[in-house]
């Protein structure tokens, strides 16, 4: 994701250069000073054997220096404390944005539960593995499928769960770190079956402020329904990969889909700004599309990624909408050793 991180190391580091010059400055001027005649001075000015002519003559000699060295002392104290606070306010502000991969406690399911489907299949794992778990959502009929790369990055395998409890095995076909993409195969898995006709398109035009939009993800083990609008034409801290939407997403929506009225795929969720309440974010489109043309030929077996050429939900209600395309959200369980 794109912000100016860059702009602000490179600052810190040239006022870290100030003060470091600051510092050699003080040394220099330690250095030209005569401590043990200072010492003398100020000693027998203190005891009066010094008249006040001589006490004028002690600042002529060394009051230049003095104040010199007592201004680079409270400019380096100053800076230390600047530089110590504009840390606290990066780092502050880095701890605002929230990605949405939800950890899961082993204990508080069964492996052999959660990765078994309908017909028994039961799928050998090793002994507690750490455990996240995402959303995701097909992108055409026989397979391709796509969640935020933050979830399944590391992974040793990767599992999804459609809503009526089928599990599948998905092999990672590509990866967008940039972009927090990740594009998956089901159909590797020889359970998969080829599904209907994918109900939703995908739009990248930008679009407008206000626009309504809603998702569909797994911050539960059953799947959950968010509605809202676009706030903004760019996500975090001005980031132009994504959206910003007024929708409450909690962890485990990473990698949901998010659509507009017309039923249209226009962005991945990623994240959401913890210290404001509604405040989420979503990758657009565009750069979903970029990432699918950028899978290598190899990957795909020579089969290129077909996707839905537009949407079937125009013309029906929010709830029909939500009937059809909640078939394709899966839930994402990542497992890691």
Same mark, same amino acid.
Request: glycine content about 8%.
């Given at each position: 994701?794109?912000?100016?991180?860059?702009?602000?190391?490179?600052?810190?580091?040239?006022?870290?250069?100030?003060?470091?010059?600051?510092?050699?400055?003080?040394?220099? @001027?330690?250095?030209?000073?005569?401590?043990?005649?200072?010492?003398?001075?100020?000693?027998?000015?203190? &005891?009066?054997?010094?008249?006040?002519?001589?006490?004028?003559?002690?600042?002529?000699?060394?009051?230049?220096?003095?104040?010199?060295?007592?201004?680079?002392?409270?400019?380096?104290?100053?800076?230390?404390?600047?530089?110590?606070?504009?840390?606290?306010?990066?780092?502050?502000?880095?701890?605002?944005?929230?990605? /949405?991969?939800?950890?899961?406690?082993? @204990?508080?399911?069964?492996?052999?539960? #959660?990765?078994?489907?309908?017909?028994?299949?039961?799928?050998?794992?090793?002994?507690?593995? &750490?455990?996240?778990?995402?959303?995701?959502?097909?992108?055409? &009929?026989?397979?391709?499928?796509?969640?935020?790369?933050?979830? @399944?990055?590391?992974?040793?395998?990767?599992?999804?769960?459609?809503?009526?409890?089928?599990?599948?095995?998905?092999?990672?076909?590509?990866?967008?770190? %940039?972009?927090?993409?990740? #594009?998956?195969?089901?159909?590797?898995?020889?359970?998969?079956?080829?599904?209907?006709?994918?109900?939703?398109?995908?739009?990248?035009?930008?679009? &407008?402020?206000? %626009?309504?939009?809603?998702?569909?993800?797994?911050?539960?083990?059953?799947?959950?329904?968010? %509605?809202?609008?676009?706030?903004?034409?760019?996500?975090?801290?001005?980031?132009?990969?994504?959206?910003?939407?007024?929708?409450?997403?909690?962890?485990?929506?990473?990698?949901?889909? /998010?659509?507009?009225?017309?039923?249209?795929?226009?962005?991945?969720?990623?994240?959401?700004?913890?210290?404001?309440?509604? @405040?989420?974010?979503? #990758?657009?489109?565009?750069?979903? /599309?970029?990432? #699918?043309?950028?899978?290598?030929?190899?990957? /795909?077996?020579?089969?290129?990624?077909?996707?839905?050429?537009?949407?079937?939900?125009?013309?029906?209600?929010?709830?029909?909408?939500?009937?059809?395309?909640?078939?394709?959200?899966?839930?994402?369980?990542?497992?890691?050793?």
């Amino acid at each position: 994701m794109e912000t100016n991180e860059p702009n602000e190391i490179e600052d810190a580091l040239r006022a870290y250069g100030d003060r470091i010059g600051f510092r050699r400055k003080l040394v220099a @001027v330690h250095k030209s000073m005569d401590i043990d005649e200072l010492r003398t001075e100020a000693g027998t000015y203190r &005891a009066g054997q010094r008249s006040l002519n001589s006490g004028k003559q002690f600042w002529r000699a060394y009051g230049t220096t003095l104040a010199v060295a007592a201004s680079v002392a409270v400019v380096t104290t100053f800076g230390s404390i600047f530089l110590y606070r504009s840390y606290q306010q990066s780092h502050k502000q880095e701890q605002q944005y929230s990605q /949405l991969s939800k950890e899961i406690q082993a @204990v508080k399911y069964s492996q052999r539960r #959660i990765l078994s489907d309908l017909n028994g299949r039961s799928l050998a794992l090793s002994q507690n593995p &750490a455990q996240v778990s995402g959303s995701g959502f097909l992108i055409t &009929a026989d397979g391709y499928f796509v969640t935020n790369n933050h979830l @399944v990055q590391g992974a040793d395998s990767v599992y999804v769960q459609s809503g009526k409890g089928d599990v599948y095995k998905a092999r990672i076909v590509h990866t967008d770190q %940039e972009h927090d993409l990740a #594009i998956m195969q089901l159909c590797d898995d020889s359970a998969f079956r080829t599904v209907a006709a994918i109900p939703y398109g995908f739009d990248a035009r930008p679009s &407008a402020l206000g %626009e309504r939009v809603f998702t569909l993800g797994y911050p539960r083990e059953e799947v959950v329904y968010g %509605e809202g609008y676009l706030s903004s034409r760019t996500g975090y801290r001005g980031d132009s990969i994504a959206y910003q939407v007024a929708i409450g997403v909690n962890p485990g929506n990473s990698g949901g889909p /998010l659509l507009d009225e017309k039923g249209n795929i226009i962005g991945v969720i990623s994240g959401k700004q913890i210290t404001a309440e509604g @405040v989420s974010f979503a #990758i657009k489109t565009d750069y979903l /599309l970029q990432a #699918i043309n950028s899978i290598s030929a190899d990957a /795909l077996n020579g089969v290129p990624v077909k996707l839905p050429r537009k949407t079937s939900l125009t013309r029906l209600s929010r709830k029909q909408q939500i009937e059809q395309v909640q078939e394709y959200v899966y839930q994402v369980k990542v497992f890691k050793h």
